[in-house]
């Protein structure tokens, strides 16, 4: 693997959960794999999971780490050629980006979606600039349109946690209070439809993701519906990715907030969310302190999701 930006790198996604499963049994054991090499981990946005798991995949590789956030201290960036700059942007990300590389092995890159332009947003245009202008290995640590790293954590704890050999998944969106991308569900939908689980996806009419990231899921609009059953439950709220609203809030309806009794519809289900989460928004508090809850060993799970992905890269340099 030289990038790892979806799905479509990490191969076939079997071995690839053997090799999970490796690195979380024998966490030191490539500790001389990553000697004298240096992964560089730029945040664009916020972090707490991917920032410290991450980093500390990279360190249990024998790796150094250095971490830029790029809004506290940096230079401000600007990322669209051909402007002038004579406002606020001190650099470009054109010289900015060259430089990044140059001192370092790995780059991590987290830059989310705009939310304003769809067809940017869509191009992946900051995260495909790191891959052609750095010379180095790019992981995306979600970018505007997937969170490989997360999706792959959340198909390892389905795996710990079923129960049949292919359980009832039900993505459903829930209320928020802000604009969020769609990058988190996109991912865990192409993955879990790639993990081969039966995979629903519910959401209010309007808030339908991109069909090329829902391929092989059912898509439903009744909540309850598709509750009914499901062995595993993962909540996430997404702003609209329909062209005539992109990136807009359209329902706040707190019935979609998945409370005792939405989790009683189910085949006593396993409650997932990637976190950060709003409580009493997403889910009630009894819901996410439940013992069906496992959005710790889940975040827990983000170390051997980024340490399998930093492992198979080094193994090419
Ligand atoms: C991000 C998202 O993509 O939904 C990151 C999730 C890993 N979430 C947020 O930005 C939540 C922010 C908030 O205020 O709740």
Same mark, same amino acid.
């Given at each position: 693997?030289?990038?790892?930006?979806?799905?479509?790198?990490?191969?076939?996604? +079997?071995?690839?959960?053997?090799?999970?499963?490796?690195?979380?049994? #024998?966490?030191?054991?490539?500790?001389?794999?990553?000697?004298?090499?240096?992964?560089?981990?730029?945040?664009? #946005?916020?972090?707490?999971?991917?920032?410290?798991?991450?980093?500390? %995949?990279?360190?249990?590789?024998?790796? #150094?780490?250095?971490?830029?956030?790029?809004?506290?201290?940096?230079?401000?960036?600007?990322?669209?050629?051909?402007?002038?700059m004579d406002g606020d942007?001190?650099?470009?990300?054109?010289? %900015?980006?060259?430089?990044?590389?140059?001192?370092?092995?790995?780059?991590?890159?987290?830059?989310?979606?705009?939310?304003?332009?769809?067809?940017?947003?869509?191009?992946? #245009?900051?995260?495909?600039?790191?891959?052609?202008?750095?010379?180095?290995?790019?992981?995306?640590?979600?970018?505007?349109?997937?969170?490989?790293?997360?999706?792959?954590?959340?198909?390892?704890?389905?795996?710990?946690?079923?129960?049949?050999?292919?359980?009832?998944?039900?993505?459903?969106?829930?209320?928020h209070p802000k604009a969020?991308?769609?990058?988190?569900?996109?991912?865990?939908?192409?993955?879990?439809? %790639?993990?081969?689980?039966?995979?629903?996806?519910?959401?209010?009419?309007?808030?339908?993701?991109?069909?090329?990231?829902?391929?092989?899921?059912?898509?439903?609009?009744?909540?309850?519906?598709?509750?009914?059953?499901?062995?595993?439950?993962?909540?996430?709220?997404?702003?609209?990715?329909?062209?005539?609203?992109?990136? +807009?809030?359209?329902?706040?309806?707190?019935?979609?907030?998945?409370?005792?009794?939405?989790?009683?519809?189910?085949?006593? %289900?396993?409650?997932?969310?990637?976190?950060?989460?709003r409580r009493n928004m997403?889910?009630?508090?009894?819901?996410?302190?439940?013992?069906?809850?496992?959005?710790?060993?889940?975040?827990?799970?983000?170390?051997?999701?980024?340490?399998?992905?930093?492992?198979?890269?080094?193994?090419?340099?």
């Open positions: 693997m030289r990038h790892f930006t979806s799905v479509h790198d990490i191969g076939d996604l +079997k071995s690839a959960l053997e090799r999970a499963r490796f690195v979380k049994e #024998n966490p030191f054991a490539d500790k001389e794999l990553g000697r004298d090499k240096t992964m560089l981990l730029i945040f664009f #946005n916020s972090s707490l999971r991917t920032r410290l798991s991450t980093q500390r %995949a990279a360190m249990n590789l024998g790796m #150094n780490v250095i971490v830029l956030d790029v809004n506290q201290g940096a230079w401000k960036l600007e990322t669209e050629r051909g402007v002038v942007k001190s650099e470009h990300i054109l010289e %900015a980006i060259p430089v990044m590389g140059s001192y370092c092995d790995i780059i991590g890159v987290r830059s989310f979606a705009g939310l304003t332009d769809k067809s940017a947003d869509y191009s992946e #245009n900051i995260l495909s600039q790191f891959i052609k202008y750095s010379g180095k290995p790019v992981v995306s640590m979600e970018a505007a349109t997937g969170h490989p790293l997360q999706a792959f954590a959340d198909i390892i704890t389905i795996e710990e946690h079923k129960k049949c050999a292919r359980p009832k998944v039900v993505m459903t969106w829930a209320p969020l991308p769609q990058a988190v569900p996109n991912s865990f939908a192409q993955w879990s439809a %790639a993990a081969g689980y039966d995979v629903t996806v519910v959401q209010p009419h309007g808030y339908e993701l991109s069909p090329e990231f829902t391929k092989g899921c059912k898509i439903e609009y009744n909540q309850d519906k598709a509750l009914e059953g499901a062995d595993f439950v993962y909540a996430k709220n997404w702003s609209v990715f329909d062209d005539a609203n992109y990136g +807009k809030v359209i329902c706040k309806d707190m019935d979609w907030t998945v409370s005792e009794k939405k989790m009683a519809l189910t085949n006593n %289900a396993f409650f997932m969310h990637c976190l950060p989460v997403i889910v009630t508090d009894a819901v996410i302190e439940s013992p069906q809850s496992i959005v710790i060993p889940e975040a827990a799970n983000r170390v051997v999701s980024a340490q399998t992905v930093i492992k198979d890269i080094l193994k090419t340099l």
